[in-house]
């Protein structure tokens, strides 16, 4: 057990793309943590998606020991973070487990919205904060900008900012120095009895659940019996170890410590993530105070493509769960889709990893339902409910208002596109509270109905910005505004997957887009197929899909007239008859496609 002056314990925090990953992997192969050829990039970022995507979705941990320049062994317990928005909930718990940060900032990019959440959050624990100024070897760094715009922006010196280049290894040893020698070590009191914080958990199919803890005070150790406080549960521990990226068994862990124990816990339910951990006989005197849990803000269903695939798939969200506490679900049935199930998440890149991952790592084909979000519903007899599903939407009458949730925006932008995402945002409802300048950037405040956001802003603002607005949000209130549900009907037959709640000033446009785009995804059929919006019984658009003609009369080689007109009058009727009872078929990428709206 190491002696807790020479520990330190920090995460690498910085907007998506700046470089944490590689940074990691440096500090790992600077310090002997992994052999060259067990070493690849992002060597921590071990899920398939992540690898192909290029970003980290699970923040990772891993214990380095390093010898400083002054002759002392340390012991470096180094947090990888996520940059997106959507898993700030990861940032949060890696960031309490924490004395420090390292900064990382693109020395060509700047600073960027997520940069500037981050550093608010770890400014919110009582950081010490590290920057770093990463790409420096790129021939469009500029260093002194980048340093300027940090003491301006985020209020940071930057006197003892490191320059440094992750890709070619330029800096580390510095950075490792800085490390030592600007961040703290850790309190605590090895003497004391156990208290633990659960940081993380993950399923293991060999172990149970293995579960991630920083200890505070005192000793954890393997045999002895401890127990959660928040679930009140008792467990035996197997074993205890660290991650080197490897997992490696010790004795014990000591107050300061960061690593990992099992204890045959069957269910993640069981860990939750903030609990207090202490031993059963000798309990510490109060809990930690824990996290808020994670709250989703976006909802939508998702559904087996074929029916009988439906325990496979609970079976499937059962054990994401287990990784992820962010995901919630509950069952719902639909009468186009079947039984499925609704789902929340933190965002709409959360949504699309769960979605790819169950696809890829269980094989089942889904169908996903509009997303939307939470509306609050006042009833006229004076009841309030929580509205989930625009398809569950009560009769208007019984409604006696609709409040929705709004967030507050942080867009950064440079100064060449500040116009265009102005005007995105007025068009989308927005109401501007701040606009200030640091340099060629602007950061606008903006407050936006969230529904608004959910669909496509952040792809409308990365288009219109040529990729260089960066963007982030949190949930401010719920506010009364004036929303309808509009209905899509295909061939005559309401389509509720497609049914969304929508603000009354935009239905028509949105209903007139949604018919368009669905007039080019549905393929066609023998008959005609209208495709309609509609508020209640009132038609707000309509197109229509022709049908697909067969030549009838390929057979008829001159003689009369009327013999064709004879083919082709049965031809007639019966697509009139086709109509009445035709189903029409649509396609698992058309629901995709369709929700994709593009102004």
């Known amino acids: 057990m190491t002696d807790i002056s020479h520990i330190r314990n920090f995460a690498i925090i910085a907007h998506i793309d700046h470089g944490k990953s590689t940074l990691a992997d440096r500090l790992i192969q600077m310090t002997g943590g992994l052999s060259e050829r067990e070493m690849q990039a992002q060597v921590l970022d071990n899920m398939e998606l992540e690898r192909e995507r290029g970003i980290t979705i699970k923040a990772q941990t891993v214990r380095l020991d390093y010898q400083a320049k002054d002759g002392d062994h ?19 718990r890696s960031l309490a487990a924490c004395e420090g940060s390292l900064l990382v900032v ?12 981050n550093v608010y959050q770890a400014i919110e624990v009582n950081h010490e904060i590290v920057p770093v100024l990463n790409k420096a070897d790129l021939p469009a760094a500029e260093p002194e900008r980048v340093r300027q715009q940090i003491e301006d922006v985020i209020g940071l010196a930057t006197d003892k900012a490191l320059l440094v280049s992750a890709k070619t290894g330029m800096g580390i040893s510095e950075t490792l120095e800085a490390i030592v020698t600007q961040l703290p070590p850790p309190k605590g009191d090895k003497d004391a009895p156990l208290k633990a914080m659960l940081v993380d958990s993950q399923y293991d199919a060999y172990l149970g659940v293995v579960v991630l803890v920083r200890v505070i005070d005192g000793v954890l150790k393997k045999g002895q019996k401890i127990r959660m406080i928040s679930t009140d549960t008792t467990h035996l521990i197997d074993q205890v170890g660290v991650y080197c990226p490897k997992r490696q068994s010790v004795e014990g862990l000591s107050a300061g410590e960061i690593g990992y124990f099992t204890a045959a816990i069957k269910e993640v339910a069981d860990t939750r993530v903030g609990d207090t951990i202490t031993e059963e006989r000798n309990p510490c005197a109060q809990a930690l105070p824990g996290f808020k849990p994670a709250q989703p803000v976006v909802f939508c269903g998702l559904f087996p493509a074929d029916s009988a695939q439906f325990e496979d798939l609970r079976e499937a969200m059962g054990k994401l769960r287990l990784n992820d506490a962010s995901f919630s679900f509950d069952t719902e049935s639909s009468a186009a889709l079947g039984f499925g199930f609704r789902c929340g998440f933190l965002g709409l890149l959360h949504l699309e990893i769960i979605r790819e991952r169950i696809e890829r790592e269980f094989s089942i084909d889904l169908i996903t339902t509009a997303p939307g979000v939470v509306y609050h519903l006042a009833m006229t007899d004076g009841t309030h409910s929580e509205l989930h599903n625009p398809a569950d939407m009560p009769d208007p009458v019984k409604i006696e208002n609709i409040a929705e949730p709004w967030i507050r925006a942080a867009i ?7 116009g265009a995402v102005l005007k995105l945002c007025e068009d989308r409802r927005g109401r501007q509270i701040n606009m200030t300048h640091a340099g060629t950037r602007a950061m606008l405040e903006y407050e936006l109905p969230l529904n608004e956001v959910v669909f496509d802003f952040y792809d409308r603002l990365k288009s219109i910005s040529r990729g260089y607005a960066s963007f982030d949000y949190q949930l401010a209130d719920y506010r009364i505004g004036d929303l309808v549900r509009m209905s899509i009907l295909v061939n005559a037959e309401p389509v509720d997957a497609l049914s969304m709640v929508v603000h009354r000033g935009r239905a028509e446009m949105r209903g007139r887009a949604m018919c368009e785009r669905l007039k080019d995804l549905i393929p066609r059929h023998l008959f005609k197929i209208p495709v309609q919006a509609a508020l209640g019984g009132k038609i707000i658009a309509r197109e229509t899909i022709a049908a697909m003609r067969k030549d009838v009369t390929a057979k008829c080689y001159g003689g009369d007239v009327s013999r064709k007109r004879k083919l082709l009058d049965k031809q007639k009727a019966g697509k009139k008859k086709m109509r009445q009872f035709g189903k029409v078929e649509i396609p698992q990428d058309a629901f995709v ?3 994709k709206m593009d102004d």
Do not use: K, M, R
Request: glycine share 4%; with cysteine; aromatic share 10%.
């Open 74 to 92: 340390y012991c470096l317990n180094l947090i990888d973070t996520p940059g997106h928005v959507d898993f700030a909930y990861e940032v949060n």
């Open 593 to 595: 496609a369709a929700l």
């Open 106 to 117: 693109d020395a060509a990019q700047g600073v960027e919205a997520q940069t500037l959440a």
């Open 412 to 418: 950064l932008v440079p100064d060449d596109y500040v």
